[in-house]
């Protein structure tokens, strides 16, 4: 038995150590493992505090980022506002600008002149003139109307330009009876003065009528009434600056006589016309149509430009009447005025007591309805003849002598054409003489004008 413990022993040592050691090895995992254990906790406390405080600058990130949003919002709605702002400035000082434009009125006239005579006359191209036309309507009874004219295209001294302003005035329409103008204004004698724009007469110049017996254009500077008390009559009347007589002569009768600058109203005029028409309302046959026109011009002479007066003694007086006649493709019109000069001889040029004038003429409007297509749809032609007679020396005062040279006749043989209705291209022919009997040259004139 003791042989068998003996032998026992360190085998049974040996499992003891054995049992040791896998005991001290267990432990020392146990230890190890809390050891991680303890490690990790640890790592995912940090984990965890890294991730609060990555939530927390994410949360104050999205936090400023929504401020940024939402201030970026306010000045996107601020721009948007000043945009809306400013759109709707433009749109209101568009709509201003055009309330103002629409209450203007543009216009104008111009004509260009080619003149061929014989041997004692300069061949020439002329711009005569060309006008703008400006009006304005302060309301629906208030309005400014007005006309610039250049004429001969240069102005300057000597060259015979002008630059002038043909018409200024203001209306205030009170009532079809009768309305007010004040302004500078055409003298109402004659039909050119009246109507001188170049498709409303026929040939390329003026009638000798219209330069000499009642010369156009002719302004005058003053104040008036004018009105249609009914339909089948018009008229006008004025109180205007009068005319200088110094500035008569015997060929030019009382056309230098206009005073175009700032005229004195030392011995103002009257002057006034009544125009009727008999057709209207009336239908007749052969599309028929009728204006008779009555007109006079009372003044003293003693007026000079800016007040400087030329101490004359004397008056004034003229009459005249006006017809346009229009019966199926036919045109008539004429003119006719007789002007008295008291105490003529002291103007001391020649200018005659009596001076006298008529002009007539006649159209045909030959161009076919066939040939009126395309492009010439809206156009016409009239053939026309014309005939005038002026004498600026009819009757003298004593003791000066007559100037056969003022006695005027004119044949005018033309044709207006006109491409569309507001413009014209005219030929004519004319065929002069004087009370000298001097072999005047015939004249060959052509000519463009239009109006807008």
């Known amino acids: 038995m003791a042989g068998r413990t003996g032998i026992n022993s360190p085998i049974r040592l040996l499992k003891y150590v054995a049992v ?14 809390a050891d991680a254990v303890s490690k990790s906790d640890t790592r995912i406390e940090d984990l965890e505090q890294m991730v609060k405080r990555l939530t ?3 949360k104050q990130i999205r936090a400023e980022r929504a401020e940024d949003i939402r201030n970026q919002q306010k000045v996107q709605a601020t721009i948007n ?7 709707t400035l433009r749109k209101s000082n568009w709509m201003e600008l055009g309330e103002q434009l629409k209450n203007f009125r543009f216009g104008g006239y111009g004509e260009m002149h080619a003149n061929f005579g014989e ?26 109307n007005s006309e610039i004219e250049i004429e001969h295209a240069f102005v300057t001294g000597g060259a015979g330009g002008e630059l002038v302003v043909e018409q200024a005035y203001m209306d205030f329409e009170l009532d079809k009876a009768i309305n007010i103008r004040a302004g500078r ?5 004659g039909i050119v003065n009246q109507k001188h724009e170049p498709p409303s007469f026929f040939g390329v110049e003026r009638p000798l009528f219209a330069k000499y017996i009642i010369p156009s254009t002719w302004s005058s500077d003053g104040v008036g009434i004018y009105g249609s008390p009914c339909k089948f009559l018009d008229y006008q009347l004025y109180v205007v600056g009068g005319l200088d007589g110094s500035g008569f002569s015997a060929t030019g009768g009382i056309r230098g006589g206009r005073i175009k600058e700032r005229p004195s109203m030392h011995e103002p005029a009257i002057t006034g016309r009544v125009d009727l028409h008999p057709f209207v309302g ?5 599309n028929q149509d009728l204006r008779l026109g009555f007109s006079g011009y009372f003044g003293g002479l003693d007026n000079g430009n800016k007040g400087n007066n030329p101490g004359l003694n004397g008056d004034i007086s003229i009459f005249s009447a006006d017809f346009e006649y229009s019966i199926c493709k036919f045109d008539f019109r004429g003119a006719i005025a007789y002007e008295n000069i008291s105490n003529a001889a002291s103007a001391g040029t020649g200018t005659a007591e009596g001076i006298f004038g008529w002009y007539l003429e006649g159209g045909y409007h030959f161009m076919p309805d066939a040939w009126k297509k ?28 007559r100037n056969p040279a003022g006695r005027r006749n004119e044949w005018t043989f033309g044709v207006n054409f006109y491409p569309t209705k507001n413009v014209v291209v005219k030929l004519d022919y004319q065929v002069r003489s004087n009370g000298n009997d001097d072999d005047l040259d015939d004249l060959i004139n052509f000519g463009l004008g239009w109006e807008f």
């Open 185 to 189: 204004i055409l003298t109402p004698l």
């Open 56 to 58: 927390s600058e994410i």
């Open 81 to 87: 506002a000043m945009q809306e702002d400013a759109a």
């Open 374 to 401: 395309g492009k010439l749809a809206d156009s016409d032609a009239v053939v026309f003849v014309r005939h005038d007679s002026v004498d600026t020396q009819l009757k003298m005062p004593g003791g000066v002598a």
């Open 119 to 144: 041997s004692g006359t300069s061949d020439q191209f002329d711009f005569h003139r060309l006008v703008m036309f400006i009006g304005y309507d302060f309301n629906d009874w208030i309005h400014f």
């Open 20 to 33: 040791f050691i896998a005991i001290f090895g267990a432990l020392a995992s146990v230890s190890q493992a």
């Open 282 to 286: 009336r239908e007749l046959p052969l």
